[in-house]
């Protein structure tokens, strides 16, 4: 079942003098099974559409559908938990919620909250462990020796122990090296491709969206301004500037070289349809 | 004169595992050099040892010809700014102007100065109009740019940057970058900065590459990047337009590797034009 | 938590704002003695006028000054009802077989409630008109004169700017971890005891260590950029007083004359 949203509005603080309007008429409609990306600049409302979905916010007005649960404004969702225990979000900078003295049971804090046994409890987090990359040697360290990358790698799989149907994960590679960057985008791959998981990806990263996602919805003051699958998105990169995205590298040499007279189609995305495009031109005029 | 000589530089934090092990190496005046490693491999270390908020274990630092030591640390900071990674923990004033004044006040800069200075190292890095603004209202990017004006405002010869647009966003990363290299266009300021970004590295003059607190390659960028199997086993990624560069050489369409978006184009249409 | 009027400053151009805060640091200090002047109605009635008149030049909406004292509202009504229970003398009111209210009892409750709003809405127009760090700049010079003796001015005065400035930063990181959790399925409001116990670690342990980690970072920033508790430093902001400000300080004196001429007399 795709998450469905209708004419969604937050009003922060409404009624006093600091009310702040975030989103104004969100309508969108989110694959299941799919990555999509969640792009805009910082105070576009991607945050805040984003604790829409396991219940953190309430809409001022408008709908959410997702996993069985109706959400509309004012109403106290009845079993909230039920609702986090299907969406998992991840926060940016995860590592700084860790707080417990070894990693198995800062893992296990989650199940244990949804009143999982405690024995059961780690039983899961031996299983989870390993997919994020660690092993067991791991469980009865403290996670606050950790590299930053290690710790983040915790973090999360406190939050993919309480396997979730849909993960939605806030910037989940600020930060990180690039190496760190794309250990952690192959795990969200196989969260996807394996584990069939829905997963929503907030990011600046350009470069992860046309290599990692399925779907794109750009967000602009609080409005959705684009949505699309990922090849149409990048197909027609112009706008994409004109909003004040930076285009990953290959777009922006695809854009360099047209300026320069190269023909250069608009659905070549890869290095090697590029190189052979550019090579036909060169080669042409020997 | 080199700006900054290290010289069998060692640092441990416990005493006993040294996580910077007999580093040497020295950066020209003038120049824009850039360290890049793996996480782990002392870089972050290394910025923290030269601006003497860490003590060496052995070896010596010398800027700008004086040795770095307990009593020429205060008169040293005169003359090396420090750009840290988190905007927001170097973001000191409760506005703009104030936190660009915690400098000159720190370095008793007359009151009736402050002002013109403030105004014009805000200007400098594009935040003339926010000079009232609060940190809050700040993004990650703006807050970068206030630090580095905060810096500009002493008059440094050496400029650190220690993984300043890590946290940013694309669009502050390259606002900050473009700020870097406009720095390094002015005068003969010295810019070190400790990065990540293989974008920004191809632009540096210099490479520092660290291993497990070791200096493992010196170079320039072309030459760092030649070495592809052990950027690979440092896990160290090339920029985008080396890989492209490398594959119209497999192609034998051009000869000449190169790192850069613009040169790679500039390749292009010169075998376009000549033909 | 974004509710919060006391203690928040308002970006409004007024009068007021625009006023030397070492001036309304001791034009505060001079009407708080006098509130707590026993000068009856007259010196209450002066006392208000004064209040209002600040709040209107202040340009601040009497609702918001209202809204600081939300938090107190049950404090008084507890309060009234142990007076009301405890204090039987005055005229009674009220009579019904044991339960019985007396005048004094009403009177007394009243008489801490005006003091008490008095006291927040001075309080909360001098933080509402006056930016965090102005503040701190009028306390440091109004300390000045007791470096001599030994006073820290200078230091006091910087942590309580950087603990200012990092109030936002900490209320944002805070909401960001209780988010966190409680998509880790933490109820804040609801649970035993040892739930209870468990959500409150979860929320301060990261709380600290965050904070540890900023505090490191800043001091480490300080440091870089020539910072020495010890040394002199020059100052960027400077201070003046002008005509209002000395007006608004001898008005201020003279309300604390007028109740204590009454309170003597």
Known sequence: ?286 | MDAIQVMNLTFSYDGQNDVIKDVSFSIPKGSYTTIIGHNGSGKSTIAKLLIGLLPAKSGEIRILGKTLNEESVYELRNHVGIVFQNPDNQFIGSTVADDIAFGLENHCVPQEEMQAIIESSAKKVGMMEYLDSEPTKLSGGQKQRVAIAGILAIEPEIILFDESTSMLDPQGKASINAQIKQLHTQKDRTILSITHDMEEVAQSDFVIVLKDGEVAMTGSPMEIFAHAKEMEEMKLDIPFALKFSKELIKEKITDQPVCTLEEVVKQLCQLKSTT | MNNIALGRYLPLDSKVHAMDPRAKIMILLFVMIAVFIPAGAIGYVVIGAFILACLFLSKLQIRFALRAMKPIIWMMIFLLVINVLVIKTGRPWIEWGWFSVYSDAVFQTLYIAVRLMFMIVLTTILTATTKPLDLTLGIEKLLKPFEKVGLPAHIIAMMISIALRFIPTLIEETQRIMNAQASRGVDFENGSLKEKVMSILSLIVPLFVSSFDRAEQLANAMEARGYDPNKQRTRYKVLKMHGIDRLGMFCSVCILGVCIGIWLL
């Not at chain 1, 990358?149 to 939605?168: E, H, N, S, Y």
Request: glycine share 8%; net charge negative.
């Open chain 1, 1 to 286: 079942m795709s998450i469905e949203i209708n004419h969604l509005e937050h009003v922060y603080n409404a009624g006093t003098p600091f009310e702040h309007s975030a989103l104004h008429g969100i309508d969108l409609s989110i694959p299941e099974g799919k990555v999509t990306a969640i792009i805009g600049q910082t105070g576009s409302g991607k945050s805040t559409l984003v604790q829409h979905l396991n219940g953190l916010l309430i809409p001022s007005a408008g709908t959410l559908d997702i996993c069985g649960f109706h959400i509309q404004p004012l109403l106290k969702i009845k079993d909230v938990k039920a609702l986090r225990k299907e969406v998992g979000l991840v926060f940016q900078f995860p590592e700084y919620q860790l707080f417990e003295e070894t990693i198995e049971k800062d893992i296990a804090f989650g199940p244990k909250n949804f009143g999982v046994e405690e024995e059961k409890a780690n039983e899961l987090v031996k299983k989870i462990l390993p997919m994020v990359g660690l092993d067991e040697s791991y469980l009865q360290r403290s996670p606050f020796e950790l590299s930053g990358g290690q710790k983040r790698r915790v973090a999360i799989a406190g939050i993919l122990v309480l396997d979730p149907k849909v993960l939605v994960l806030d910037e989940p590679t600020a930060g990180l090296d690039p190496q760190g960057a794309k250990e952690m985008m192959s795990l969200f791959m196989d969260l996807n491709r394996i584990h069939n998981k829905t997963i929503l990806l907030v990011s600046h990263d350009m470069e992860h969206v046309m290599r990692y996602c399925d779907h794109v919805i750009v967000l602009d003051h609080g409005k959705v301004l684009q949505e699309s699958d990922v090849h149409t998105f990048f197909e027609h990169p112009e706008w994409m500037i004109k909003v004040g995205i930076n285009p990953p590298a290959i777009i922006r040499l695809k854009l360099m070289l047209k300026e320069k007279g190269f023909l250069i189609p608009d659905e070549i995305l890869d290095l090697d349809a590029l190189v052979k495009c550019v090579r036909e031109q060169v080669m042409l005029h020997e």
